[in-house]
């Protein structure tokens, strides 16, 4: 199956896996799976959407998932 993915930030440099923006996956991979397979550091990656709907690691992903991986906030006030 084939999902899209969205990479910002200190992740964009992880995108060098991506095939114009898409990612071919097995049925049953989570979100987990896609970042291990991005090589994406697990301890920074704090929020993730899917189809603009907020998810958890867990969460299996489907064929036309759009997914986009937020690393945590920098700076302070």
């Known amino acids: 199956m084939e999902v899209s993915v969205k990479l910002i930030s200190i992740f964009t440099k992880y995108g060098k896996n991506l095939d114009n923006g898409t990612v071919i996956l097995k049925e049953g991979d989570t979100v987990a799976t896609l970042a291990q397979r991005l ?5 920074y990656v704090r929020l993730v959407f899917v189809n603009g709907k907020q998810v958890g690691l867990d969460y299996t992903l489907s064929q036309g998932d759009s997914v986009f991986f937020l690393p945590p906030a920098l700076g302070g006030g």
Do not use: V
């Open 39 to 43: 090589g994406l550091p697990m301890k």
